[in-house]
């Protein structure tokens, strides 16, 4: 461990809580066959893992956004450089996200979704970092709580690199990772084991 960042969510706390996210999620929507919308790139693992603890017919569709500028500025518009190839009209939509920060993103995707009449439209995040929320957003379903850190790994990046992290890792020294952005990469086999 250096103190560059520290382990926030083992493995193990994350295999069990996306377990039991599944189960919940299985036991809201029995009868259904919900759609999973995520948002490349920090998406994809958690909803890999997500979609394999639900035992439905669910679906898996992804996004791509970019945004203009920084999220505050931006104020959450974001343009959409994938969109989804399924019609949801009247489909029971999931929107999957790995964090919800600001709330600014997911207000949008939300809206975008919305606007194609769904059945239903529900918001569930790994990481709920509700300390930093602007716009009154309350994921239906969430992982964990986050506190006020920049997090990475298990998808979630710092300059495109540690998504492959199997920890979920808070920067405690955002300065020298800045600095230097491979800081972290002597951790990814030790931190990928606790
Ligand atoms: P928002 O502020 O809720 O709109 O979140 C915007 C986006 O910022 C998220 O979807 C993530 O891609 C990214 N983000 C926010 N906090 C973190 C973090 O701690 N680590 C990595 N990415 C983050």
Redesign the pocket.
Known sequence: MTEVASVLFGREDIRRRVQELGRTITGDYVGREPVFVTVLK?GAMFLADLVRAVDLPVEAHFMAISRYGG?AESM?RVQILLDLDVDITGRDVLLV??????????RYLLSVLRSRSPASLELCTLLD?SVRRIVPLVPRYAGFDCPDR???GYG??FKDRYRNLATIMQIDDLGALERDADALVPLLGDAAAA
Request: hydrophobic share 40%.
């Open positions: 920090g999220v959450g996200e790995d964090i919800v920060d600001t709330g600014l993103t997911s970092k920049f997090v990475v979630l990046d």
